[in-house]
Structure formats: C-alpha cells, structure tokens
C-alpha cells in the first residue's frame, strides 16, 4: 500500500513523479480549502527505504507496481525522471496504465534534458508520453509552441509556482558598494558550460571597466562535480583573470536550499551558465528573492518571466550582449534599485511573495481542471484488450483493474 493517509471523500488522488520535487510539492494551495482538499498528492514509494530523500529512479514508473496499486491511486502525473529508464520500459507503464483505466498527465519541463547529453532517448520518451498523455501541461507559451510544432499536440500552459518556500523568512542580501555579479555553475551537469560562462562573463566584465561602470564577478561551484576538467578551465580562467577585474571563485560543499538562497541574495545580478535546456527553476528562484537574471537565449526561460523588467537576454559565448544586459538591468528600476540589503529589495521581495501565494490558487485549480479532464479522456477511451489467457480464465468484470 501507499502510505499516504486516506484522502477526503470523492478527493483525486495523484500519484506524481516525482511527489517529492519542489515543484510538485507547491501546486498545492497555501492554505486549507475545498480546492486544496479536492486533490491528494501521493507520497513517493521509495527506491531505497535507506534513502528516504532519493526518489529516482522513481518507482512509481513501473508496469508492475501499476497493475498492483491501481486501486490506489486516480491520475498518473508524470514530471520528471524518464530517463532512468529506457524506451520500452515506458511503453510498458503507458500500456499498464492504459490496462489499469488510470489516466496519465504529463507536464513538458524539458524539450531538451539538462541532464543528458544525447537527446535522442529523452525526444523519444516525449514523443510517447505526448501522443499519449490524457492531459498535457507544460509551462509557457513559448514550450507549448514547439511541443505543437514538433509533436503536433499543444499542451495547456500553466506557469512555474514559486521555489523559494512561502513559510520561510525569505533573505534580502547584504548591502555592499560594489555591483556584484555571480554565476553559480553548481555540480557542473551537461547543460551549464562553465568554461564558456565564465569566460564570457570575465570578459563582459572588462568591458563594463572600460565603459567606467566595474562590476565584481562572483563565480561558485560544488567541489564535487561531474566534469572535473571543467572545473579545472574553470580555476584556470579565474586565476588568469585581468588583474584590474575583481574576479573570485568560491569551490564549496553542496548547499543546502537555504544556503543557496542566501547566496543568491547577496547578488545584484544573476548569470545563467546553460548551453541547452528548456525552462530553469533557478529563474524562478531569482524571482522570488528579487534578483535580476541575465540568461542565454537558450529553450523558453525569457518566457518564464516575460513582463519583468529584471530578466535579460544575451547571445551564449557574446561578451558585448552579456555586457549590455548587466548594465540595463543594474539600471532597470531607475532611481531605486532593489539592490542586496535595501529596502527596496525587502519591498520587492514581499510583494513578490503576495503574489506567489495567490498564484498557488491558481495553479492549483489549473490542475484540478486538467486531472479532472484527463479522467473523462481516460473513461472515453476503448476497453484494452485483454491477453487470451486472461480472457480464458478471468470473468468480464476482472479484465480491467
């Protein structure tokens, strides 16, 4: 069984994958209420009970545990975590599912994985799941675009929720006289280019010295990393930076979420080191905290955020366009700018969290709607034709669970 508590009567109970994601765990509204209680999240079955924070490779993704807790469970949501299986496993969950009466919805996060390099495994998982997803959601227009133009079905868009949790106290930063400019390259996973970023970003940054308008160049990176020699060109390119640049490398444990958002805070503008993707949770974590972000034109992140004034785009690898978007971004807000430590920054940062908490209503009630459509899909489709064995020993009734 799954152990998650008994939802409320005639509640839809939604087996995610992953359940234990950030992102999944605020579609839920803020606060207690007949939306809220109108669909239960089902917590992860877990791989290794050892491990109770690893939720990959997600079990849930299976035919075998499909067939055997059916009855549990009243939408299959797929997120993330494909990957860790191959073509034919999924095709084996879709036809459980489909054996199983249960309904599938699928959010499109990743056009491109940022995790992969080889994309060919990930654009096959998508075409499947696309073709057969009851409900299909992805998160900005842009990515609904090209899901209709690639695939030929255009999913319902409902945005990003916050990242940076609603009942914690949110950081502002620390006032500091210089403009402080950072990259975060993290575990240096295959779509951040740290060498390319950083050397991009040095080189921005001289010429924003030399237009008289210096700034710091903060870069920081896990010590533990999934391509050492990219950390290595990465030392390389700090250590040979112009000695007029204020140019530093922090190399540090993993941090933990609060950590990274206190960092984070401290910068009066964000550089994004992708090469491929298609949206980025760290865009929507820079929102939060009111960070400007300054992101290559790489998949739909300019979509994510498109009215704000604090998000800018630059050409990968462009030092002059990168250069161009710090500037007008340090500029955006003028006379008062929401700087680390000011009351500015404070201000934006609270009404940007009022915003959040009744954009979760919103989100909520998006999804409710498109569970609540994919079952009445699920119930149109023919009855799966059952193997002849089952078909020989079972009676009608027992042919469909």
Do not use: K
Request: aromatic share 2%; net charge negative.
């Amino acid at each position: 069984m799954i152990d998650t508590p008994p939802p409320a009567r005639d509640a839809l109970r939604v087996a995610s994958v992953p359940a234990g994601h950030p992102y999944v765990r605020h579609l839920q509204p803020v606060d207690d209420s007949a939306l809220a209680r109108a669909v239960v999240r089902l917590a992860d079955p877990l791989p290794d009970p050892s491990e109770p924070a690893r939720w990959w490779p997600p079990v849930v993704l299976d035919a075998g545990w499909i067939a055997e807790h059916a009855a549990e469970v009243d939408v299959l949501h797929v997120h993330f975590g494909t990957e860790s299986y191959d073509l034919a496993h999924l095709r084996r969950v879709v036809d459980a599912a489909r054996a199983a009466r249960l309904p599938i919805v699928h959010t499109v996060h990743d056009l491109v994985n940022p995790q992969l390099v080889d994309q060919e495994p990930h654009l096959a998982h998508l075409g499947l799941l696309v073709a057969e997803a009851d409900g299909l959601l992805t998160l900005t227009e842009g990515a609904a675009d090209e899901v209709e133009r690639t695939f030929g079905r255009r999913p319902v868009v409902v945005p990003h929720p916050h990242l940076l949790p609603l009942d914690v106290v949110a950081p502002t930063g620390t006032a500091h006289d210089e403009v402080v400019v950072g990259v975060s390259l993290r575990d240096l996973r295959p779509n951040v280019d740290g060498p390319g970023s950083v050397a991009t970003l040095i080189a921005a940054a001289g010429l924003l010295a030399d237009a008289g308008r210096p700034v710091a160049v903060r870069v920081d990176v896990n010590e533990r990393v999934r391509d050492a020699a990219a950390l290595a060109e990465v030392r390389a390119l700090v250590a040979d930076a112009p000695g007029h640049l204020d140019v530093s490398l922090a190399v540090h444990p993993r941090l933990a979420d609060d950590e990274l958002a206190e960092a984070l805070a401290d910068l009066d503008v964000v550089v994004l080191p992708y090469s491929h993707g298609t949206h980025s949770g760290w865009v929507e974590l820079s929102w939060d905290l009111g960070v400007p972000v300054a992101a290559p034109r790489v998949g739909h992140v300019a979509d994510q955020h498109p009215a704000a004034v604090d998000t800018a785009s630059f050409d990968a690898g462009d030092a002059g366009q990168l250069a161009a978007a710090v500037s007008s971004l340090v500029r955006a807000r003028g006379d008062v700018p929401a700087r680390p430590g000011s009351a500015a920054r404070r201000a934006l940062v609270a009404e940007r969290r009022d915003q959040r908490r009744a954009q979760r209503d919103a989100i909520a009630q998006a999804h409710l709607a498109a569970y609540e459509r994919a079952v009445v899909v699920a119930d149109g489709r023919p009855v799966p034709a059952a193997p002849a064995s089952a078909r020989s020993t079972a009676r009608p009734s027992e042919l469909v669970s």
